[in-house]
């Protein structure tokens, strides 16, 4: 079946811009995780979502950072004006349930320059 | 002191090696722990998890120390489609989300 799906692939902005990455996660996961991954470094936690509700946003770096699921799928995360230091790779993972395998997206590459 | 620490490598070995990967962990309430092997320029897919009786998949044994925090991995009869980076992961229980280390670099040489 379909795996977790994220756009765009690549996305390349300039400091001060805002942008937005989309997740598609398995179907019927009711679980959504987003995790930032810097070069060398493993993913770090973000924000996790339960069903359309963020039920633990403490990764969030800043207020710059925010991300939505409206309907229990689908799931957006805003950056608003960009920083250079805010280049990583962006992943997105769902879960059946929250104590089950997380299956990650490929990932938005996001630079700023 | 990160949560999770990982020799970060690399570890160059010929194929048919057996080689070792170790883990320490620093959170007592870690409750789940997990290596996910993640491929250059791929997204981290879980390998295997890790339980305190110790487990084998295959070529692929984990073994937990809680007393110690400490995990490992080992790899037997070692092939060139195994290079990629290691990551041992813990979860708190608690909370859900996965607390990863910063990987070990392995390429298996022919």
């Known amino acids: 079946g379909a795996g977790v799906s994220q756009t765009p692939s690549n996305k390349v902005t300039e400091k001060g811009k805002y942008v937005e990455l989309r997740c598609d996660p398995i179907s019927g996961h009711t679980a959504l995780y987003w995790y930032r991954q810097s070069l060398g470094q493993g993913p770090e936690f973000l924000i996790y979502?339960?069903?359309?509700?963020?039920?633990?946003d403490s990764g969030l770096p800043n207020d710059r950072f925010f991300a939505v699921r409206p309907e229990g799928s689908v799931s957006t995360l805003k950056i608003q004006r960009t920083e250079r230091g805010d280049s990583a790779v962006y992943l997105c993972?769902?879960?059946?349930?929250?104590?089950?395998?997380?299956?990650f997206g490929p990932g938005t590459r996001l630079t700023v320059l | 002191r990160k949560e999770v620490e990982q020799d970060p490598g690399p570890f160059n070995v010929p194929e048919g090696a057996t080689v070792a990967f170790n883990c320490t962990y620093s959170n007592s309430a870690s409750q789940s722990f997990f290596w996910y092997r993640q491929d250059c320029r791929k997204e981290p897919k879980l390998l295997m998890s890790v339980y305190s009786s110790g487990n084998e998949d295959g070529r692929f044994t984990a073994q937990l120390n809680r007393a110690s925090q400490y995990i490992s991995l080992l790899i037997r009869d070692s092939k060139l489609s195994d290079s990629a980076t290691y990551l041992c992961?813990?979860?708190?229980?608690?909370?859900?989300?996965?607390?990863f280390g910063s990987g070990t670099q392995l390429t298996v040489l022919p």
């Open positions: 993972a769902s879960s059946l349930g929250d104590e089950n395998e997380q299956f």
């Open positions: 979502f339960q069903g359309t509700g963020a039920a633990d």
């Open positions: 992961v813990v979860n708190r229980g608690s909370a859900r989300q996965l607390t």
